[in-house]
């Protein structure tokens, strides 16, 4: 039977990585000092940020596969599971890892602006890919924490340790950022899919099974996670992705309006939306008019 592990303090990921616990709530890790072991499956209710130095091996998680390169940061959010292919080979953990219980962020003013950092829900396959200045610039934070964890608890401990988890997680948007640019060509290529992907979903029955594409659906179809493809889109057109597919929904409906004797009610339905209404609310703010003051302005 496989092993499965579930990590729901601090002190638990600390023994299982042979560190002793010296906060109770965020820890810096350093996966030399961790046994050899084989792969497992872990299930977190911790906060993880993993620099993985060295190839090792496939991590699942949801569905997807992502085989671990050099200089590589991903992100972990409680309740995410993460699993790998390999469960046979022994192998020594290398890299490190900054592990913080979300009780750490209450009440500072991390905990205010977190969300904003979409990339704790994007897929392991959207890791961060690091430049050595910037994997320098990471350790030298961790180092900051681990060394704040090191003093005794005090009152300005977790302010101090959560405004440096802020600083990283600042630079890491930055990396993001210029990771979005750097991959423009790839880039390109997802905005022709999700042009494609739409045109396709409007030509098929999807619309009347379905309803409406959602970016959720569209982000999952490109094998995406929601928040990285929103991310995604916006850094390269400017646009939400559900702006992106709303205008999409215009221009579809433009033209059937024009196609033969449809009522506002049947374009409405074979859009995918389930009241009328919805459609000429939506159609009169993108358009500036009705369905049919626009028929009957450019009939």
Known sequence: MEKEYNFKTISEYNAFNNHE?????????????AAER???????????????????????????YY????????????????????????????????????????????????SEYNFFSYYTNEALH?????????????????????????????????????????????????QFITRDAANKGVLENFEGLLNGY???????????????YCAEELHFSANYFGDLIKKETGKTAQDFIQEKIIDVAKDKIFEGDKTVSEIAYDLGFKYPQHFIRLFKK??????????????
């Open 21 to 33: 616990t010296l906060h109770p709530l965020v820890s810096v890790i350093d996966f030399s000092k």
């Open 38 to 64: 084989t792969g497992s499956k872990m299930n977190f209710e911790l906060y993880c940020v993993f620099l993985k130095d060295v190839k090792c091996g496939d991590l699942k998680y949801g569905r997807h």
């Open 67 to 114: 085989d671990y390169q050099e200089g590589t940061l991903a992100f972990i959010s409680p309740g995410q599971i993460v699993d790998v292919e390999n469960k046979v080979d022994i192998y020594q953990p290398k890299g490190h890892a900054l592990v913080f219980h979300p009780d750490l962020i209450r009440g500072t003013s991390l905990a205010k602006t977190f």
């Open 130 to 178: 690091l430049s050595s200045k910037e994997r320098q610039l990471v350790l030298d934070l961790f180092a900051k924490i681990n060394s704040e964890i090191q003093q005794s608890i005090d009152k300005h401990s977790k302010k101090l340790i959560a405004s440096t988890i802020e600083l990283l997680l600042n630079y890491c948007d930055r990396f993001y950022d210029r």
């Open 202 to 216: 409007f030509d098929s029955e999807k619309p009347y099974s379905i309803g409406l594409p959602s970016v959720a």
């Open 286 to 299: 993108r358009v500036g008019s009705t369905p049919n003051e626009y028929r009957t302005m450019n009939g």
